[in-house]
């Protein structure tokens, strides 16, 4: 089964947003996932598996980061590969 994610992260309070949502972009393509890179939001697409420990760690990160963000998470049902 395969999943797909849709995400979109919002850098709140911050003179360089582009550069942030770059970065996590960055982060992004270094996981076992297929990336569709649209103007307001990144589709993922993978193991349900991939797509969770995606997200966690994202999650993770940008809260280490003690910047304020929203980061909203879209989950399309599984379809078969």
């Given at each position: 089964?395969?999943?797909?994610?849709?995400?979109?992260f919002?850098?709140?309070?911050?003179?360089?947003?582009k550069?942030?949502?770059?970065n996590?972009?960055?982060?992004i393509?270094?996981?076992?996932?297929?990336m569709?890179?649209?103007?307001?939001?990144?589709?993922?697409?993978?193991?349900s598996?991939?797509?969770?420990k995606?997200?966690?760690?994202?999650?993770?990160?940008?809260?280490?980061?003690?910047e304020?963000?929203?980061?909203?998470?879209?989950l399309?049902?599984?379809?078969?590969?």
């Amino acid at each position: 089964m395969v999943t797909i994610a849709q995400l979109t992260f919002i850098p709140l309070y911050t003179e360089h947003p582009k550069e942030k949502v770059q970065n996590l972009i960055e982060h992004i393509a270094q996981y076992d996932v297929e990336m569709d890179i649209n103007y307001l939001s990144t589709t993922v697409k993978g193991s349900s598996e991939e797509i969770f420990k995606l997200i966690k760690e994202i999650y993770d990160t940008l809260s280490l980061e003690k910047e304020a963000f929203r980061f909203h998470v879209e989950l399309l049902s599984p379809v078969e590969e």
